[in-house]
């Protein structure tokens, strides 16, 4: 009996360890992430474009992202987060936004697209709408180098004929769920098209579909800040253990990066548990309009009319605390200085020079539309982020910057 005891307890053992995904790290593919504010037009409304780009996600029907056409003025991007992406034979090197929000690849924006033996014409019309903008032009399937020369076949990509609100970055990358692209080919409604790590995995570049990110906050204006690892994680990048929380089944939020999660401010609770997204391409921590409210009390903060933002004094500053994200079983905590504007940059973005900005602001009610908040960049430049469509989930851990005094 005792050495079927054994073998029984060994078995169980295997199967436990087999039935939790295991971590790829150290994947030889990464991608360092610039960061930029586009300020050639003078000062800019980043909350402007994050709102504009809620609202879009919040518009959009649960099969994905479908075009749309845009009834007012395109906003330019004010902060973008680019890699450099090669494309053709021989490459042209393209900066191209990060952007988990979003599914297609694409170029033309600044830089042209140059057509090479290894470029395809499909003849598909392609086009998406972003709410802070747009483009419309032809799937071409081609080359794709990224990192130390690894090479993607037959990727499709957008060449775009018009866009609008990208001025300083040459397209997008997109890294979101590939449901994202269906109703992209204005011929093919229904077809989705594969995204760029979906291929790296097909061609066997990677062994998982699973993209880290790391990002630090800066005061620069602009700086090299940040990786993207396709395939797996760099366990340099962040402090501890990565914990994943499985992605929503709500709509709409399960179409992008949805996860649930509630926020207290100190032991205040500001936004019991509801779903919402994680988003690379949105700037500020967007939540609920009765949220908004709750934090503007709790932190005793005054609306900036020019930035739209909220404001508080030194003072209040000081007074300040945590602000709580309850993600499953664990607690991200934005420390004070991880809520507020980096002040170095407040001339940018409008503001006074010697006022403190908070990065928490108004998605809008919720309702059936949903997603309900919007984790931006001012969040994940505080945490390592996990996008793992093989497991159906996210994961977060904290970085060396987490506790940053940068802002």
Known sequence: ?????????????????????????????????????????????????????????????????????????????????????????????????????????????????????????????????YGSGSFEGTEYTDTI????????????????????????????????????????LTKEESTTIPTVTENLYTQGLISEIVVGISFEP???????????????????????????????????????????????????IIMSEITGIVDTATTFTLIPSYAYVAYKSATSSTLDQPTGLLRITTAQYHAMYDLNFNIGSNTYALTPNGQIWPRS????????????????NDIGSPGAAGPDFINGYTFLERFYSVFDTTHSRVGFATTLYTNATTN
């Not at 042209?92 to 033996?117: F, P």
């Not at 990224?146 to 018009?162: C, E, F, H, K, W």
């Not at 797996?232 to 402090?239: L, P, S």
């Not at 940059?345 to 928490?360: D, E, H, P």
């Open 218 to 268: 800066t005061n620069a204006e602009a700086i090299t800040n940040g990786e993207l690892t396709f395939g797996g994680t760099d366990a340099t990048k962040y402090t501890g253990t990565i914990a994943y929380t499985p992605l929503t089944t709500t709509p709409l939020a399960s179409t992008f990066w949805g996860i649930s999660e509630s926020i207290t401010y100190g032991s205040t």
């Open 145 to 184: 180098t990224i990192g130390t020369g690894l090479t993607i076949t037959q990727q499709s990509i957008g060449v775009a004929n018009t866009s609008s609100g990208f001025t300083g970055v040459d397209g997008i990358v997109g890294i979101g769920p590939v449901d994202l692209t269906e109703g992209t």
């Open 1 to 129: 009996m005792l050495p079927f005891a054994s073998s029984f307890t060994t078995l169980l053992l295997a199967l436990s360890i087999a039935a939790t995904p295991l971590e790829v790290r150290n994947s030889p593919i990464t991608l360092p992430i610039a960061r930029s504010l586009n300020v050639s037009g003078g000062t800019i409304n980043l909350l402007q474009h994050d709102q504009a780009r809620a609202a879009a996600f919040r518009g959009r029907p649960a099969s994905g992202i479908r075009r749309q056409s845009d009834n007012t003025s395109a906003i330019n991007m004010g902060l973008s987060y680019t890699v450099k992406v090669g494309v053709g034979s021989p490459v042209t090197t393209y900066n191209l936004m990060v952007d988990t929000g979003s599914s297609n690849t694409w170029v033309g924006s600044g830089t042209a697209y140059v057509k090479t033996s290894t470029s395809y014409d499909t003849g598909e019309p392609v086009a998406v709408g």
């Open 345 to 360: 940059l407040n001339t940018y973005i409008g503001g006074s020079s010697r006022s403190i900005y908070l990065v928490v």
